[in-house]
């Protein structure tokens, strides 16, 4: 045997192992393989489904590269470069789709250099053997290496599902302590960063949370709405809850303050906090804290009782109402001006609710702003001028539309009313790119995204004609994602807290 074979055949054997313990990990850890190469289970078909089709292909394409390193026959290489050509072809479509992550590009780069070492390989053998290589010998496939290499993957398996419960402890100080020791936000740079704990609406959305945004000002953590379910979301973004200085309201129907009672509870929990939570929003704030307050007012005390006032300090619980107005005449305002963070307040339209508003953030030369629930309207165009990032609500009438004409052929007349009767209060993907182009703002970050998009493939649909409006960067909100600003910079940095 050649040298230039030996090194080959050596490399195929390596990338078969690779194969191999990625088989084993997606079959015996699927859930935790499918966090780590960011592929995401709906419930329990879903933890099986990664487990048999992930476990399965790399079980097998590490077969085939065994194989044909232990026989030198070059052909059972074709099975597993087969695959991955497959798998890159999908990568690049998911690129194309979704756009690039760095996680996606890193696995595109090992899948061709193991694509390369396959083909090299294929060449190396194939010109050794040169016609020698008859068909292939089902030997081959039942030999005692084979069968011994089976045998000792099956060990494998079954001493790690033995082991589970020891695994899982270990995971578990592993992960807390990894956790609890995290403070993202004192992490980031300086600047402004808005995370998108909260990307959908009301409709049932298995992606994404209802309203609520994020934005980190320096070290001032203020959120945006408070829709349901997007407390949890903050927190798997790791984001502390007993960091949040003040939750600002936006209007309040239920997709934006369903989460409120949570946030205040967290907060006070979570971080001791002396004072309760401010809420600032437009008249009828006090109205919602006050509902929350007592909704939550049993639970403080248990919790006083059980946990004792060092813990859960009883002059924090609950929430605070700071109801603004504005100034005669004007539809905008100053709420908060501290610490270098300047917060304006100003009304949109979202009728028939009133009050209805948006924020704009300014701190250290960048800008933020955040519409709220509106249709297009000339306030918010004059607050988005210039600013940096627009946070955009945005709803598609082709796609709700359809749902509308489905909810009235199947008889579903409230559905069908309801659909017709949202499509006026929002703003369209397409009216979204032409306000940003002409406030020219940096980037387009559309959210509350309507109706709900469960699989990637209907991004482009639900842009529309968008692109053709507005030519700078649009992003399609999802739950977990951050976009930093840096202070004295001009960039806008994108990245995923989930
Ligand atoms: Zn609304
Ligand atoms: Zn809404």
């Known amino acids: 045997m050649s040298t230039t074979e030996t090194v080959f055949r050596l490399l195929v054997g390596l990338t078969g192992l690779f194969f191999l313990g990625l088989g084993i990990g997606f079959m015996a850890f699927p859930d935790i393989f499918a966090t780590v190469f960011s592929v995401e289970p709906a419930y329990g078909l879903g933890v099986n489904g990664i487990r048999s089709d992930f476990g399965g292909l790399f079980l097998g394409m590490s077969f085939f590269c065994l194989l044909g390193a232990t026989t030198g026959r070059y052909r059972w290489l074709a099975v597993p470069i087969i695959f991955l050509l497959l798998i890159i072809a999908g990568r690049l479509i998911g690129i194309d789709l979704d756009g690039p992550s760095s996680a996606g590009v890193k696995s595109l780069l090992v899948e061709v250099i193991l694509l390369v070492i396959l083909m090299g390989s294929t060449v190396v053998l194939a010109l050794k053997a040169g016609s020698n290589e008859k068909g292939l010998r089902v030997s081959e496939l039942l030999n005692l290496k084979t069968l011994v290499g089976a045998a000792v993957v099956a060990a494998i398996l079954g001493g790690l599902f033995l082991s589970q419960k020891k695994i899982g402890l270990a995971l578990v100080e592993c992960i807390a302590a990894k956790s609890m020791n995290a403070d993202v936000i004192a992490d980031l740079p300086d600047g402004l960063h808005v995370g998108l704990c909260g990307s959908g609406a009301p409709f049932a959305d ?63 929990a979570g971080g001791s906090n002396k004072s309760p939570l401010e809420v600032f929003g437009p008249a009828g704030v006090e109205t919602v804290v006050k509902g929350f307050n007592l909704a939550y007012s049993l639970d403080s005390e248990y919790r006083i009782l059980h946990h004792g006032p060092a813990t859960v300090p009883p002059t924090g619980a609950g929430g605070l109402a700071r109801p603004f107005h504005f100034p005669p005449g004007k539809n905008e305002a100053v709420i908060i001006d501290t610490d270098g963070v300047r917060i304006t307040a100003f009304q949109v339209d979202h ?28 306030s918010l165009l004059h607050q988005a001028r210039g600013a940096d990032l627009l946070v955009q609500e945005a709803l598609q009438p082709a796609m709700v539309g359809i749902l509308q004409d489905l909810g009235q052929k199947i008889g579903r007349h409230n559905i069908a009313r309801i659909m017709g009767d949202i499509m006026d209060y929002h703003t369209s993907p397409e009216d979204a790119a032409k306000i940003a182009k002409e406030a020219g703002v940096r980037h387009l970050l559309l959210t509350h995204i309507l109706p709900p998009l469960p699989v990637s493939i209907l991004k482009g649909a639900f842009l529309g004609d968008a692109m053709k409006f507005y030519h700078g960067p649009i992003t399609i909100g999802e739950d977990g994602l951050l976009l930093s600003l840096p202070a004295g910079d001009k960039k806008i940095l994108k990245r995923f807290l989930l």
């Open 351 to 378: 009728t028939p609710v009133k009050p209805a508003v948006g924020y704009r953030f300014d701190y250290k030369g960048r800008s933020v702003v955040i519409s709220g629930d509106t249709a297009p309207c000339q």
């Open 206 to 268: 298995l992606r994404r949370a209802c309203a609520c945004v994020a934005v980190i000002a320096g070290q001032s953590f203020y959120i945006v709405d408070t829709g349901p379910s997007s407390e949890r979301k903050m927190e798997l973004m790791r984001l502390n809850p007993g960091q949040v200085r003040a939750v600002l309201l936006t209007h309040f129907h239920s997709d934006h303050i369903g989460d409120l009672g949570e946030f205040m509870l967290k907060r006070w």
